[in-house]
């Protein structure tokens, strides 16, 4: 894509020299007001991105075209967001492809659906199922919010590829053939049921779960719906480093904890809800990751692990 300079209505992510982010739509004649004095709009509209803007104080920003993983970071919130390190591994372990049908709830601000709309891209579909009426207009602004870089955002239109469907996802989903499920909501168990009706065969279902009861008891209905295979539960660490002279260490602050995720492989024919006896072919035998049996290496083959490995 070609280089293209700022144009006036486009968001733009202001960076001072300690860092700070700051988003700001561009407006002919307005001023972002900071207390380094202001910054004449003016002064960036026109000029390439990555240019560095002064201030009346003569302090300096760099200015770009913000991340989509900056964006979501400061655009409103009405709820918990799925932080981007969270974002990354929910896109490739629950394989987010272009031309996807991917089933989400819930809403929240609508950090994580704009990366589902992306991944999925204008030949896919995200249908959001969110139960609570008053996060579904300020998320929807978040999400036509954002724009693809060099282009301004359009306020009025959604997305084509999205469909908002304000209804409890525990009582049903009205999707079948779905590709990929894609939960943050408190009691992801809940959906299970419905999962086994509206994921295709090889479908995948993710959770994203602030505390490890509930991972525990996402993982354990599952197991015993019997219509799951691949079950795996893991967490994100992200360790940023400052990199100054000498002085080359992890950062001292960092997020800790957001959530665990587990992920799941929708089986072909099988399946049971709650309630249901498991018919008599189900016997348990599929293996979670940490179960399989490893493959064992061809003769004279080494199997690539260091000497005295386990596991
Ligand atoms: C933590 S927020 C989701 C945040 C979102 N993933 C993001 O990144 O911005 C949880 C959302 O799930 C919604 N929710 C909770 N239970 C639900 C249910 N049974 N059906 C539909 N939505 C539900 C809540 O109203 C809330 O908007």
């Not at 409103?76 to 492809?97: E, H, Q």
């Not at 919010?145 to 239109?157: Q, Y």
């Not at 006896?277 to 016997?283: G, I």
């Amino acid at each position: 894509m070609a280089a293209q300079p700022f144009r006036e209505g486009e968001i733009v992510l202001l960076l001072d020299r300690a860092q700070n982010r700051r988003l700001v739509r561009l407006r002919a004649g307005a001023k972002a007001h900071g207390h380094k004095g202001y910054l004449e709009h003016d002064r960036i509209i026109g000029e390439p991105e990555g240019t560095v803007a002064r201030a009346s104080s003569g302090a300096t920003y760099l200015v770009f075209r913000p991340r989509l993983s900056e964006y979501a970071l400061e655009m409103p919130r009405k709820s918990a967001i799925v932080y981007p390190k969270d974002v990354g591994i929910i896109l490739v372990w629950a394989d987010i492809y272009p031309g996807a049908t991917v089933v989400e709830s819930g809403l929240g601000s609508g950090s994580l659906t704009l990366a589902l709309l992306r991944a999925v891209g204008p030949t896919g579909q995200v249908i959001v199922y969110e139960q609570r009426a008053d996060m579904i207009g300020p998320a929807l602004a978040n999400v036509r919010g954002f724009a693809l870089p060099g282009e301004v955002p359009d306020g009025e239109a959604g997305p084509s590829n999205l469909i908002v469907r304000e209804r409890d996802v525990y009582e049903g989903i009205e999707e079948s053939d779905v590709d990929r499920l894609v939960l943050d909501l408190p009691e992801p168990w809940r959906v299970l049921p419905h999962a086994l009706d509206c994921l295709r065969p090889g479908g995948v279902v993710a959770c994203y779960s602030p505390s490890i009861v509930q991972v525990q008891r996402t993982v354990e209905e599952l197991e015993a719906s019997g219509g799951f295979g691949q079950i795996e539960s893991l967490e994100v660490l992200y360790r940023p480093w400052h990199v100054k002279g000498q002085a080359v260490r992890p950062v001292q602050q960092m997020v800790s904890h957001t959530a665990f995720l587990t992920f799941a492989r929708r089986l072909a024919g099988r399946g049971h809800r709650p309630g249901e006896e498991a018919p008599k072919d189900e016997e348990d035998e599929t293996l979670a990751p940490h179960e399989a049996a490893p493959v064992a290496p061809e003769d004279g083959e080494s199997d690539g692990s260091a000497p005295g490995a386990t596991g």
